[in-house]
């Protein structure tokens, strides 16, 4: 079982930047791909990106993609969201997750993710 706590979100205005965090605690966190998704109000919850376990790997949803970049540390064990010109419509809660296979080849973009954070959210001022 792994635990994940996410942080880093806030209030910015359209155009500015803001960085999440996602600490992964109870296993160990290298072998494991992660990935964010978010959730507005009123809204499905939606995929965002995704990173494989070793790094090389990324994924974006296109309407996050050149603007939002994913990374982890393994070292730290924490994944990152950096991003970029935000826009009033990317605002929701964010969640990272972390997929139950280890060292999942497929992953992204098929993942099978398995846990969840508690969020952090996100909004964005127009």
């Known amino acids: 079982q792994v635990q994940l706590v996410e942080s880093g979100g806030g209030l910015v205005q359209a155009g500015g930047s803001l960085r999440l965090s996602c600490a992964a605690s109870g296993r160990t966190f290298s072998s494991y791909a992660m990935g964010w998704f978010r959730q507005a109000p009123g809204k499905e919850r939606e995929f965002v990106a995704a990173?494989?376990?070793?790094?090389?790997?990324?994924y974006y949803a296109d309407s996050v993609k050149g603007r939002f970049t994913i990374s982890r540390d393994n070292a730290k064990n924490t994944v990152y969201l950096q991003m970029n010109s935000l826009k009033p419509e990317d605002t929701a809660v964010y969640y990272c997750?972390?997929?139950?296979?280890?060292?999942?080849?497929?992953?992204?973009?098929?993942?099978?993710?398995?846990?969840w954070g508690q969020g952090t959210q996100v909004t964005v001022s127009s």
């Open positions: 990173i494989s376990w070793s790094g090389g790997s990324t």
């Open positions: 997750t972390a997929e139950g296979r280890q060292y999942g080849s497929s992953c992204p973009p098929l993942c099978d993710f398995r846990s």
